[in-house]
């Protein structure tokens, strides 16, 4: 996994992984991103294998235990990226859960995927959250678009100074941008490790609890493969979160180019079934990032 990427290095590793993506992703240092290389099992160890000698994972839910894993190191700034197949079939009451987490017990910085399980041959919906100086309740929620439980798909959360954008397969489906200087919380401080966690939420996660999961379906599998994270680690460099030379603070990634845009109002048209800024019963007026502009 890579710490920091050049220009002309990222055009050699682009190349390098455009021919041999589908055996592994490669790190900076060219060697495979394998999963124990880069993380640890947090949480039921039973519950988590590994595939093609560490290069995938499968993550297992059964009436004995979900699980989780997470990066050996925290980051501030970049960006992290992991190509994820969903439960397949009748997943309703499961969360497959991607994310960034400061770790801190009071004021804590996270950034979400939350995949929410459906009843068979309904949409999958993506929940996506942001959490900003202990701040969270930001909620947006899209449907995908695609069967995520059918293949790999890649989801992705770009980090800088600028904004931060999450993608699903190179398309923005939301936008948080800093807007510090109307004094509205934005991450920055703290490092965040890469997490994921699979587990029961049939409480909430499938038509707000409604549909509850289906033990007789268990156990229930989501598949992740090509872990990438290019940032600044923590510990590590102390200019390095600063340095406006990372690739990740350039000029064509403090703002969505105008293909990106075109996708963004594209999902958000069409696909978005939740935001949190539209919701009254829930904030009579509007919380003040969203009508800070894009």
């Known amino acids: 996994m890579a710490l920091y990427l050049s220009w002309s290095w990222r055009a050699v590793v682009a190349s390098f992984c455009f021919c041999f ?14 999963f124990l290389q880069d993380f640890q099992v947090t949480w039921s160890d039973s519950h988590i294998r590994q ?7 499968q993550l297992v839910l059964d009436q004995n235990s979900g699980c989780g894993f997470a990066s050996k190191h925290k980051y501030l700034f970049g960006r992290v990226s992991m190509k994820i197949k969903l439960i397949p079939g009748d997943s309703a009451g499961t969360v497959t859960a991607f994310y960034m987490n ?3 017990n009071t004021v804590r910085d996270e950034l979400d995927f939350e995949f929410l399980g459906n009843r068979t041959g309904q949409p999958y919906t993506v929940q996506t959250n942001i959490y900003a100086h202990g701040k969270g309740d930001r909620e947006q929620r899209v449907n995908l678009w695609f069967d995520p439980a059918a293949d790999f798909h890649t989801y992705t959360i770009l980090w800088n100074h600028h904004h931060i954008v999450f993608y699903v397969d190179d398309v923005p489906i939301r936008v948080y941008k800093n807007n510090e200087a109307r004094g509205i919380p934005y991450p920055k401080l703290q490092p965040m490790g890469v997490f994921s966690t699979l587990w029961e939420a049939d409480d909430w996660a499938t038509r707000g609890g409604l549909e509850k999961i289906d033990w007789s379906k268990a156990p229930f599998y989501s598949y992740y493969k090509d872990f990438d994270i290019e ?9 390095c979160a600063s340095s406006t030379n990372n690739w990740w603070e350039g000029a064509s990634y403090q703002a969505l180019n105008a ?10 048209i069409n696909h978005m079934i939740y ?20």
């Open 275 to 294: 935001d949190y800024c539209t919701d009254r019963s829930r904030y009579p007026v509007a919380p003040p990032e969203c009508t800070a502009g894009f």
């Open 231 to 239: 940032g600044c680690p923590v510990p590590g460099p102390a200019s």
């Open 259 to 268: 293909l990106e845009y075109r996708r963004y109002r594209w999902v958000r």
């Open 21 to 34: 993506l589908s055996l592994f992703s490669l790190s900076a240092f060219g060697r495979p991103a394998t």
């Open 102 to 104: 400061s770790d801190t």
């Open 51 to 57: 595939i093609d000698g560490g290069r995938a994972i």
